[in-house]
C-alpha cells in the first residue's frame, strides 16, 4: 500500500499508462484549447467570455485583486490535462493522488513517504495543528501572517501566541524563538509572508531552527515560493533532508493558478508525515486537480513566465504607487501592500465602487491596502482608480460616509 492512500490496494499503473487512459476518455471530446474551453463555459452560463470567468466568485464582476490569486490562469498543459480528466472523474482519486505524490517526491529528490497531497494548503494547516497542537502546547506565529493556522489551532485547545513583526514588517525570529520555548507545539513561518509581502532569509530561518526548542515543529508555508527573487531567500526543503522538525507547506493555487481546484502537498520526514497523514480526510483530493498539476509540474517554460510577468506588474504597481507619494512594502510576492495614509476599510469600500475588490484588513496594517498583481490590463484599471479614489481634496470623505461593507465577518477571513 502506497503512503499516500488510505485506502489504496489498485494496481499501480506506469505513466504512460495512465496518460493512455486519460487519453481514451479524451477522443470522444473536441480538441478543446485553453481559449475554446473558456468560450464553452461561457456560452453554457450564457455570458462573455470575460464575465463567465469571474460569475462563479463575484457577481458583481469585479477586478478581482483581492486574495493573491494567478490572474493569468493554468498552464495550457493543465487545461488540456483538465479537459480530458473530464473521462475518469467517475473514480475515486487516490490512483492519480499517488501518482501525483510519486512525482512530487522525486521533482524535489524525497521519498513518497515523506510527501503529502492535500486539499489545498489549506488541509495541511489543519493536519499539522491537530497533529502538533493541543491544550498546554503553543501555537507561535507573527502578526499579521497568514492566519488559517490560528483557526485550526485555536479549536485544539492550545495557546496562541502572535509575536508582532518588527517596524520594516519582517518576522521578529527572536521574539518568536523566546515565545516558543514555552509550552513547545508548532511555530508557523509564513516565507515569504501573507500580507507583508517580506522574506526571511535563508540563513536566519536556519539559525532560528536551532533556537527553538527540540520538541517543537516548525511549519514554514512556502505558498509564494515561486515568485521570491531575493538571493537570500530559499526553500527550507534542505532542512527537512537534515532530519529537522520541519513541515513545508506548498499550493498549487498560486503560480500554478489551479485555487478552485484545491491542492497543495506538504513535505516532512517520515515521522511527522505520519503524524500527520493520520489527520488527513480520507480520499480527500480530486481527480481534475491532480490531473493539472501533475501537467503544471512539467511546464517549466511557463512557470518561468509567470514569474518574470509578476516581476513586471510588481515594478509596475510599485513605481505607479511610489510616484504618487504612497510607498510599499517591497513585496517578494503577487501581492503588495501599499501606504494609503488613511484608515482602510472605506478605501476598501471606495475600490468596490470603482470595480475593483482589494484584500481586506489586516492587524498591523491600518493604513495599508493588499493588493494581489493582476494581469497589466486589471493593474493600469487598478492605478487609474487608485487616482480616482484618492482624488478628491479631502480624499477620503466622501468615501468615509459610505455603509460599512455589507459581508457579515467570517470565522476566519481567508487569503
Ligand atoms: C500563505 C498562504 N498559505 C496557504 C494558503 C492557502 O492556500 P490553498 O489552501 O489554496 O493552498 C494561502 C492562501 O491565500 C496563503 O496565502
Known amino acids: 500500500m502506497r503512503s499516500q492512500s488510505h485506502t489504496s490496494s489498485r494496481p499501480s499503473l506506469s505513466r504512460r499508462q495512465f496518460a493512455r487512459l486519460l487519453g481514451a476518455g479524451a477522443a470522444c471530446l473536441t480538441a478543446l484549447t485553453a481559449q475554446g474551453m473558456e468560450e464553452q463555459l461561457a456560452r453554457r452560463m450564457g455570458a462573455s467570455v470575460e464575465s463567465a470567468k469571474l460569475l462563479p466568485k463575484d457577481p458583481a464582476n469585479l477586478i478581482l485583486l483581492n486574495s493573491n490569486e494567478n490572474a493569468y490562469g493554468p498552464s495550457p498543459a493543465a487545461l488540456e490535462a483538465l479537459a480530458e480528466a473530464h473521462s475518469v472523474v467517475m473514480r475515486y482519486p487516490d490512483y492519480w493522488a499517488d501518482q501525483l505524490q510519486e512525482k512530487l517526491a522525486a521533482f524535489h529528490g524525497f521519498d513518497p513517504a515523506e510527501v503529502v497531497v492535500t486539499c489545498g494548503s489549506?488541509?495541511?494547516?489543519?493536519?499539522?495543528?491537530?497533529?502538533?497542537?493541543?491544550?498546554?502546547?503553543?501555537?507561535?506565529?507573527?502578526?499579521?501572517?497568514?492566519?488559517?493556522?490560528?483557526?485550526?489551532?485555536?479549536?485544539?485547545?492550545?495557546?496562541?501566541?502572535?509575536?508582532?513583526?518588527?517596524?520594516?514588517?519582517?518576522?521578529?525570529?527572536?521574539?518568536?524563538?523566546?515565545?516558543?520555548?514555552?509550552?513547545?507545539?508548532?511555530?508557523?513561518?509564513?516565507?515569504?509572508?501573507?500580507?507583508?509581502?517580506?522574506?526571511?532569509?535563508?540563513?536566519?530561518?536556519?539559525?532560528?531552527?536551532?533556537?527553538?526548542?527540540?520538541?517543537?515543529?516548525?511549519?514554514?508555508?512556502?505558498?509564494?515560493?515561486?515568485?521570491?527573487?531575493?538571493?537570500?531567500?530559499?526553500?527550507?526543503?534542505?532542512?527537512?533532508?537534515?532530519?529537522?522538525?520541519?513541515?513545508?507547506?506548498?499550493?498549487?493555487?498560486?503560480?500554478?493558478?489551479l485555487a478552485g481546484l484545491r491542492l497543495g502537498y506538504g513535505v516532512a520526514r517520515e515521522e511527522l508525515m505520519q503524524q500527520m497523514r493520520v489527520q488527513q480526510v480520507i480520499e480527500s483530493w480530486n481527480v481534475a486537480g491532480c490531473a493539472a498539476a501533475l501537467a503544471s509540474l512539467d511546464d517549466d517554460g511557463w512557470v518561468a513566465q509567470n514569474r518574470e510577468r509578476n516581476r513586471s506588474t510588481r515594478a509596475f504597481l510599485s513605481e505607479a504607487m511610489e510616484h504618487r507619494g504612497h510607498a510599499c512594502i517591497p513585496s517578494q510576492t503577487n501581492f503588495v501592500c501599499v501606504h494609503v495614509g488613511a484608515p482602510v476599510p472605506p478605501v476598501i469600500e471606495a475600490f468596490r465602487q470603482h470595480g475593483i475588490s482589494v484584500g481586506r484588513p489586516f492587524a498591523g496594517l491600518p493604513e495599508h491596502i493588499r493588493v494581489s498583481l493582476g494581469t497589466a490590463e486589471e493593474m493600469e484599471k487598478f492605478v487609474a482608480a487608485f487616482d480616482r479614489v484618492m482624488a478628491a481634496p479631502k480624499p477620503l470623505s466622501a468615501v468615509n460616509s459610505l455603509p460599512a461593507a455589507a459581508t457579515p465577518t467570517p470565522l476566519w477571513a481567508p487569503n
Open 122 to 257: 489549506t488541509e495541511l494547516l489543519k493536519m499539522a495543528a491537530q497533529a502538533f497542537l493541543g491544550p498546554g502546547r503553543r501555537l507561535v506565529l507573527a502578526e499579521p501572517t497568514f492566519e488559517a493556522i490560528v483557526y485550526y489551532g485555536r479549536q485544539t485547545g492550545a495557546e496562541i501566541a502572535k509575536v508582532p513583526v518588527t517596524a520594516d514588517h519582517r518576522h521578529d525570529l527572536a521574539a518568536m524563538a523566546e515565545a516558543a520555548r514555552a509550552r513547545p507545539g508548532l511555530v508557523y513561518v509564513c516565507n515569504p509572508n501573507n500580507p507583508t509581502g517580506t522574506l526571511v532569509a535563508k540563513q536566519a530561518l536556519e539559525e532560528f531552527l536551532a533556537r527553538v526548542p527540540r520538541e517543537s515543529v516548525v511549519l514554514v508555508d512556502e505558498a509564494y515560493f515561486h515568485y521570491a527573487d531575493d538571493p537570500a531567500y530559499g526553500s527550507l526543503l534542505d532542512a527537512v533532508h537534515a532530519g529537522s522538525n520541519v513541515v513545508i507547506a506548498r499550493t498549487f493555487s498560486k503560480i500554478y493558478a
